[in-house]
């Protein structure tokens, strides 16, 4: 079966840096393309990062653009987020997901919160 785990959230100043993880198994990681997403309470779940198959495509929301960086290491089945210039407003749950044979799998997100 397919799983998403999320690692790398935590507490951190405004300005600083994070880098999350997602280890994913159960499927070909390879041939699919991957993305984080993040939730605040009472709000939807916000598309912030995607990544190709083959990690040569990228696309950001533009409250991250510049700041936030996607990539993956296949014959790991990794993907990660590297988050640069952290502020208070990007303070939430991150969950990784891939959409695959018609389904949005989920992992059980990691919270990140940028306070000084």
């Known amino acids: 079966q397919v799983q998403l785990v999320e690692s790398g959230g935590g507490l951190v100043q405004p300005g600083g840096s994070l880098r999350l993880s997602c280890a994913a198994s159960g499927f070909s990681f390879s041939s699919y393309s991957m993305s984080w997403y993040r939730q605040v309470p009472a709000k939807e779940r916000e598309l912030v990062a995607y990544?190709?198959?083959?990690?040569?495509?990228?696309n950001y929301a533009d409250s991250v653009k510049g700041r936030f960086t996607i990539s993956r290491d296949n014959p790991k089945n990794t993907v990660y987020l590297q988050m640069n210039s952290l502020k208070p407003e990007d303070t939430a749950i991150y969950f990784c997901?891939?959409?695959?044979?018609?389904?949005?799998?989920w992992g059980q997100g990691t919270q990140v919160t940028v306070s000084s």
């Open positions: 990544i190709t198959s083959s990690g040569r495509s990228t």
């Open positions: 997901n891939v959409y695959r044979n018609a389904v949005n799998y």
